[in-house]
DNA sequence: GGATTATATCTTGATATCAAGGTATGTAGG
DNA sequence: CCTACATACCTTGATATCAAGATATAATCC
C-alpha cells in the first residue's frame, strides 16, 4: 500500500464510477521521474551542472567526433522548444563548455560544439552519473529491470506515435 | 530501435567502459513521462486548468467530505515545496475555486477547502482525465499494465525509501 | 531572377518551480 | 510563566520552461 494505492483507494470510495487502474500506473511514473530526477540532481551538481547543462553536454558528446550538433538537432534529442535550447545554449557558451561556430552548410544556423573543457567535464561527469544510476535501479534484479524496459518500450511506443 | 536504443547505441561506441542499462529504463520512464504529461495537459486546458491546479483540486475533491487539507498535507500529497503550494493556492483562489480558512486547530495555518465552483469544475475535469488516462494506455493489455504497475511500484519503493 | 514558402534560431512575456530565509504561532521543560 | 525550540506558512530571488511571434536565410516555383 503505498503512495499510489492511497489515492487510488480514496478514488474508488468517492468515485465508483471512475476506472482509476490506468491512473494508478501514470501515477507511478510520474512519481518515479520525480524521484529519480531529484537525486540525479545531485550527482549533476557535483560537477556544476543541471539537468538542462548535462543534458546538452551528453548529446554532443555522445555523438562523437567531431563532438557538434546544431541547435534544431539538439532540440530534437532532448525535446524542448527552441527558446529553451537558446537559452540552454546561452548558459553554457557563458561557462566555456560548449562554443558556437557558423553552420558554415547553412547560413542561417550555427553548430554547437563542445570545448575541451566542455568534454574532459561530461566525460567525468557522466561516469559518476552512471554510477548514480546503477545504485537508483538497483531494487531490481537484472531481469526485473529488463522487463521494465520491454513495457516501457512498447508503451512509449503507443503513446510517441502520433 | 527507438529513440532510447539509439542513445544507448551511442553511448556504447563512445565510451564501451560504461554500462549504460540503467540509463535506458531512467531515461524512458523520463521520456514517458514527459510525453504523457504533455498529453494530459490538453485535457486540463479545456477546464482552464494546469497540471499544478489539476493536482490541488484532485487532492481535495478524493480526499472527500468535506474537502478541506492544510497547505502541508497539500504539500506531502503533491511533492512540492511550500513556496510553490503558496503560490499554487493564491491563483486557486483568484479563481475562485477554492477558499482559505483559518485553521481552528492551529492559529498558524490555514485550511484550504474546495469551493461549490471548484467541485463541480474537478468533478468533471477528472472524468475526462480518466478518459484521456484510459486512451494513453491503450497500447497495453491489461495484464500488461499490472505487470507494469508492479514493477513501477517495486522500482519505486527502491528509490523512495532513505 | 523575383516572389513565395519553408526553415533555423532568437526574443519576449508569462508561469512555475526551488532554495533559503523570515515571521508568527504553538509546545515543552524548568 | 518564560525560555527555547519546533512548526506552518509566506516572501524573495534566481532559473527554467513554454508559446507565440520576429528575423534572417534558404529553397522552390514560375
Redesign the pocket.
Known amino acids: 500500500m503505498d503512495h499510489v494505492d492511497h489515492i487510488l483507494k480514496q478514488w474508488r470510495q468517492e468515485r465508483p464510477d471512475l476506472d482509476v487502474a490506468p491512473m494508478g500506473t501514470i501515477g507511478r511514473v510520474k512519481r518515479l521521474n ?1 524521484t529519480l530526477m ?1 537525486a540525479m ?1 545531485k550527482t549533476w551538481a557535483k560537477y556544476g551542472l ?4 548535462f ?1 546538452v553536454l551528453a548529446t554532443l558528446r555522445r555523438e562523437g567526433a567531431p563532438y557538434a550538433l ?6 530534437a534529442s532532448t ?13 553554457l557558451e557563458k561557462s566555456g563548455l560548449i562554443e ?1 561556430v557558423k ?1 558554415p ?7 554547437i560544439s563542445l570545448s575541451q573543457r566542455g568534454f574532459d567535464l561530461i566525460d567525468e561527469a557522466v561516469a559518476a552519473h552512471v554510477e548514480t544510476q546503477a545504485q537508483l535501479v538497483s531494487g531490481l534484479t537484472d531481469e526485473q529491470r529488463q522487463q521494465l524496459d520491454a513495457l516501457l518500450k512498447q508503451f512509449l511506443a503507443g503513446v510517441e506515435q502520433e
Open positions: 520525480h531529484r540532481e543541471t539537468d538542462a547543462g543534458d546544431s541547435p534544431s538537432d539538439l532540440m525535446m524542448v522548444t527552441s527558446g529553451t535550447m537558446t537559452h540552454r545554449i546561452h548558459q558556437r553552420n552548410d547553412d547560413g542561417r544556423g550555427f553548430l
